[in-house]
């Protein structure tokens, strides 16, 4: 090495140094055992609770059961049948009127209810006069149970003494009561806006606090800029809650999937199964005909699409903490 390679302090550089190679989550796991001791009852309780509901519900999907056989609380297993269930489930008519209910219910439920919380949470963001009883007023829908909230509507509904009807007749707009929730082509319309009303409260409050993050830096930059009250909008607020909005939205369309008080409450799933969800219908398959096999067949079909959902929410949360570690 010649003379002029050493630095002006006369040492010879430092050698390059290895990558330091990551430990393997397993590898992680082992070198912290100890810490896993800490949470061990938490790790039994969720085994009990969640675990093994889920491995018996799997493993009873490949059985037939009837309402004859069970013991206790666990159906007896009359035959193995492998993948029948599913396959009698898949190629079922009514199955896939179901899934039609549910993916108008799911869909229109939250669309609506993303539109109106939105709207609400746009208009509480502004400094008036009463913000905070408005605030309290919009916040009662959501914190009143889905049974209260389903009875409710019940009587808004009715046919015969209903709040609805009686109100539209006495401003002579209609001549006789308007039938909802008995009418095949009313009752899913009826029952949405019964849950927007239940549940936009929740997107008023997630979007509310996004919209308090939002600089007002660039809310005075825009409007320097020439930008009116659409533009400052869609190019200022959008962009930022764009992260908030997305997981507001699966969120909501996961709880509108597993959603069962509200249907089953005001309707049943009638008539003739025009408001039948997929939750319903396991009840109804698990609870009314025995058909534990069966159901649980179609639980897990119902596991694992709302499973694909929760891992779009799992990435979601998970890329934007690594966004804003990275700035």
């Known amino acids: 090495m010649a003379v002029s390679d050493f630095p002006a302090s ?7 140094r ?24 938490a790790l039994a309780v969720m085994a009990f609770v969640i675990a093994f509901p889920l491995a018996y519900t799997v493993y009873v999907s490949f059985f037939k059961t009837t309402a004859r056989n069970t013991r206790g609380l666990f159906p007896a297993l009359n035959s193995y049948t492998g993948l029948d269930n599913y396959r009698d489930i898949l190629t079922d008519r009514n199955f896939w009127d179901i899934t039609r209910n549910t993916i108008y219910w799911t869909v229109g439920s939250t669309g609506l209810s993303f539109v109106l919380g939105f ?15 408005i605030r309290g007023i919009l916040l009662i829908p959501y914190v009143i149970s889905a049974v209260t909230a389903a009875y409710l509507w019940r009587w808004i509904y009715h046919s015969d003494y209903g709040l609805l009807s009686g109100v539209l007749i006495d401003w002579g707009l ?11 082509q009313r009752v899913m319309p009826a029952v949405i806006v019964a849950n927007v009303w239940k549940e936009f409260p929740f997107v008023m409050i997630m979007l509310l606090a996004g919209l308090q993050t939002v600089p007002e830096q660039l809310m005075r930059a825009a409007r320097v800029d020439g930008a009116n009250a659409w533009h400052r909008f869609w190019h200022v607020t ?10 507001t939205t699966l969120l909501l369309f996961v709880v509108n999937l597993n959603s069962f008080t509200l249907v089953y409450v005001m309707t049943g799933g009638g008539p003739v199964d025009a408001s039948q969800l997929w939750i319903t ?4 398959i698990a609870f009314q005909s025995y058909r534990f096999g069966y159901a649980s067949a179609f639980s897990v079909i119902l596991f694992v699409v ?19 570690r990275a700035t």
């Not at 709302?306 to 804003?324: D, E, N």
């Open 238 to 247: 959008v962009p930022h809650l764009r992260g908030v909005i997305l997981i």
């Open 10 to 16: 006369g040492r010879a550089p430092a050698p390059p």
């Open 119 to 133: 709207g609400a949470a746009l208009i509480v963001q502004r400094e008036f006069l009463g913000r905070g009883v």
């Open 281 to 284: 219908e396991i009840y109804s």
């Open 174 to 184: 209609i001549d006789r009561p308007v039938i909802l929730l008995d009418d095949i």
């Open 18 to 41: 290895a990558p330091v190679r990551k430990r393997g989550t397993l590898a992680e796991m082992r070198r912290r055992w100890a810490d896993y001791l800490y949470v061990a009852p």
């Open 306 to 324: 709302m499973l694909s959902f929760g891992f779009f929410y799992v990435r979601t949360l998970t890329g934007g903490s690594k966004q804003r």
